[in-house]
Every structure is written in C-alpha cells, then in structure tokens.
C-alpha cells in the first residue's frame, strides 16, 4: 500500500551570466542534470542581457547537490572579466533561488540557500550574499539592493563592512565574481483585464489592492492599457500564495472594478502555478472546507 | 528537454467475490502488481459482502495487463459453487471497471475493456458480458441488469439467446462463473449542505438539478437529512464532469436553494476528483479562459 507520505519537491531557478555562447550553457546545464533524480522543467538564454535562466525541481538534497555542480561549472566556463550584457550581475552564477513547490517550507528552502552558501563560499572560495528570505542582514532582502554597482562595482567595495558577504572570502573570485542565494515562495502572474478601455480605472483599481499602498500584503499591481486589445489590465505578482491567495486578490479586484460599474472580462496566469494554489481557489469557491492533495487522483498517483 | 507529453493513465478498479480470506485477496493483488508500472491505490474487503474492491492505475497497457492477472488468478482462487454473500455478483471477478484518468478517452477504456474481454473469454474460457460504455447490446448498459438472477440464476439461463455472452463459451465457469467487463467516467461524490434543516427543500432542489427529472444530464441527486448535523443536504454523484462540469452543477443548486431564501453552508468531496475537474472549476470561477495541466509546476514535474 502507499505510503501516503507527500513527495518533497523544492524549485531552482539559478541565472548564470552567460546568454551568447550556447556550449556553455549546455555544459552548466549538464553539470546539474547529471545529479540523479533532477528533472530539468526548461532554460533559456537571452544573448542582449548575455544570461540564462535554468528551472529544475527535485528532493530537497538533490535540488542542493545540482545547484552546487551548476555553480561549480560556470566557475570554470565564465568570466566575470569579459562579461558584457544589459542585465544588472554580480558573478558567473549571479542568483540562485531556492522555491517550495510541494511538502517542504520557506523555511525548509532558507536552511538549503544557507547551507549552499556556506559551501559556495568555502569549497569555492566564491563570496555569497544571502537575499529574500534567506536575508541575514535586513538591507540585504532585496536582489537590487545586493546587486548594486554590479560586479565592476563590487569588486572595489567589498572590502568594506557593509559589502561584507555573509559566507567566503571578502574579494571577489578572478573569474566567477559573487554569487547572491536565497529563498523565496512561489511567484503567481496573474492578469485581469477589464471590460474597459479607461486604464485609469486599472490604475485605481491596482492602488487599491496592491500592498504598497494600503491593500493586501504580498500583492504588486499594476494599471496597464493593452494597445492590440484596446482593452485595461490590472496586471499583478502574487508573491504569497498561502497568506494571500488568489480567491482574495480576485474578489477585491471584482469589488474595486464594481464601483466604477466596470466587469472583470477574463484574467490570465503567466507561467505556472502551484497545484496548491488551484486546490486552494477551487475549494473557496466551491464552499469545500479543504481540497487536499490526496483528494486528486492524480496527485495520489505522483506523490 | 522534456517533451511535454502528458502521461496516460487508465484506472481499473476490479470487483472480486472474496471478503473473508484475506490471504486470497492477497494473491489477487499480488497477481495485480507484479505487473510492472502499475500502482496500487487502494483496497478493502468487506466480509458481510464477502467480496473486495482493488484499485489501481497505470498506462492503457499496463492496467490491461494486471486487471488479466487479476481474473486469472482470481479464477484459480475463487470457486462460485461455494460462495455466499450479500452483494449481487456473477463470478469470481465479478465486474471490471476501466475509467480515463488522463491523456485517455472514454472510447480508448472501452477499446480495453472488449480487448480484455475478448482474451478473457478466449484464454480463460470464462464467459463475459460488456457494460456501461463498452456495452454491446443496450439492455446491457446497466449492470443490475446484467447481473439479473445472480451466479445461480446464470448458470441456468445463460443457453438462452437473451443471457448469451458477448465474449467466451455459452456456459458459466466451473468455478469463475462469469465476468462483467466495461469503461465508465471517473464518478465525482459530491454533496451540499443547506443552510437549513428542512429536508423537503433538499428533496426539491435535487429534484431540479437531476437529469432524470428534467435537470443537468449526468448528474444524479437525492435530497437527505444529516440527523447528526440536523442540516438537509444535495447528495449528488457527477458521472460524467466533462460534459456536466462541477461548476454548472452547484451554481444550480445555489440558485435553486435562493428562492427558498436558502444558502449553500458547505459542501463536501467524497473520494477522490481527477485533477482535470479540479482545473476546469478553478478556471470557471477566476474567469480564466482555460487552465491547462501544463500549467501547473507539479502536473509538468510529473507527467
């Protein structure tokens, strides 16, 4: 019989700074599938901002493992040096996130970009700065905060106490510069376009819900007009699924447009979504008290 | 790369007229899943009704294969001339069951379940009738009817034209008896309680939204009283979401309870609901266009 014990599944989304030379990026990307049990989801280079962006899931062990040999790899294969791209970077492996996807926490992600830290720093003698919620100094949550004067700039103030990294050597590597890791909770695009043209409408209506300025926590909301459309949009990141979720963000939207007699016309999800997300909304607005996992056949399959 | 082609998974849950002796039940489903890629999701006995219910999934090719094993070993297992229990039943595998789980219609189980009845007939020489979707005969749709008279009743009428089986010799197995074989829709159990205890109000609703009384086609319903609960509720199975999705179903109910000035208090799941339904609902009430299995991290992991 099954077990019935969730599978642990934690996302990586590691940049490296290379978009241009596609060997490269095949040899990082090779570094980290070749830690069993990975499963690549996709990468993608982009030769203007001259960076990749690598997505793979596993258990939380192999997920640190592949993270590790990936970093490892473009130490050797990159060259802070001779890097040149429009994107802002700190070193050959510029980020690396660490996301919970299924039966693992924040917190459980935090421990992983930490211990990944310290060995990056260690066995790699590459400075690291720990972001988001993997932060151990407040001013260092945000990415652009860390990554600022990019590498070029690091590279004369990281002698100084407030550019010290959190793990390995105060100097920047000769050839892999820093590396910032951290944790974060699953980023939800998700879009309401409007039965209207008035993007002022959008714009109140993100102001309203948005958390920076009075509405719900873990909400960004923007005001847009899609020009083919001719239609407005309320374009947000829901960046807590679990404290906010989407049922919530909707049905103010849904309230917000009503005052202006304005209809939600239809919404759309860029990328993808947690199953537990769609659990969530489908139980809310089917009066369920709880849609759990092992309640969907497949889930009860995979896990 | 993953090649982003869905997985296909057929469910088989088998009947065996078998509840007492445990150890006979574990050959049947020993015989199950030593086919390999297949996945036991559950089973259970009931002595009374001496009889056992085994559920599992696996590819089209698979589960053909195991629910074989399974009425093989089943047959070698099970003698009919002295079986006694509650349930109404036929043989030693009593009816088998074939549901499309994901990347499967309807019309591929029912390939699967005349192909197994064909080889069943043929190779075990037991006689075996088509159900449900895979009906060949439409008096044979419905099972009660074909199991009409029971075992013994069979025996004596199965040399008439009317009892004449679809597949196999025109005589019960000696010890097997015979075997109902067909595909049906995953079947969704769901029930909503009313803000209210008075059950003639349940009893009319479900009147309203029952196909057989002029509601929604596939679904069929009962109006209850939870005594415990001292609330009347919508007992409801959906046989088939993809025509008669979940959403349509409670938002009549929910109209229907409202000109009785009742409200929908909650409702509940019994069992499992295929990942597919799960997404239709969630797309329905976020006035999403369409999400896709593609578009959830977990269903990309997995399939």
């Known amino acids: 019989m099954d077990s019935g014990q969730a599978q642990r599944i934690v996302e990586c989304v590691p940049n490296f700074s290379e978009g241009r ?16 049990g990975v499963k690549l989801l996709d990468f993608s280079s982009d030769a203007s901002h001259n960076r990749s962006v690598v997505t793979f899931v596993g258990t939380p062990e192999d997920v640190e493992a592949a993270a590790f040999a990936g970093i490892e790899r473009a130490r050797d294969l990159i060259d802070m040096e001779q890097h040149h791209g429009e994107h802002p970077r700190l070193g050959a492996t510029d980020v690396v996130p ?19 830290g310290r060995r990056v720093g260690e066995e790699l003698q590459i400075p690291v700065y720990m972001y988001e919620e993997a932060a151990m100094r407040p001013d260092r949550r945000n990415l652009a905060d860390v990554r600022r004067g990019e590498y070029e700039g690091l590279k004369a103030a990281i002698g100084t106490p407030e550019r010290a990294p959190d793990y390995g ?3 920047v590597h000769p ?29 109140k209506i993100a102001k309203a819900v948005r958390g920076s ?14 020009d083919d459309k001719h239609v407005a949009q309320v374009s947000m990141n829901l960046v807590n699924y679990v404290k906010t979720p989407v049922h919530r963000v909707l049905e103010m939207v849904r309230r917000e447009a009503a005052r202006y007699g304005v209809p939600v016309a239809e919404t759309e999800l860029i990328g993808l979504i947690p199953l537990d997300a769609v659990l969530d909304t489908a139980a809310y607005y089917l009066q369920l008290p709880k849609l759990g996992r092992n309640q969907v056949i497949e889930a009860r399959i995979w896990d």
Do not use: W
């Open 175 to 203: 050839t892999a510069g820093a590396t910032v890791i951290g944790a974060r909770m699953p980023l939800i695009a998700f879009n309401v376009n409007l039965g209207t043209s008035d993007v002022e409408i959008a714009k």
């Open 169 to 171: 050597p105060a100097a």
């Open 21 to 36: 030379r596609s060997q490269v990026v095949a040899e990082i990307v090779a570094a980290i599938t070749s830690v069993q």
């Open 213 to 226: 300025s009075g509405g719900l926590a873990n909400v960004k909301a923007l005001g847009v007009m899609l």
């Open 98 to 116: 660490f996301v919970p996807i299924a039966g693992v926490t924040t917190e459980e992600c935090v421990e992983i970009a930490r211990r990944l």
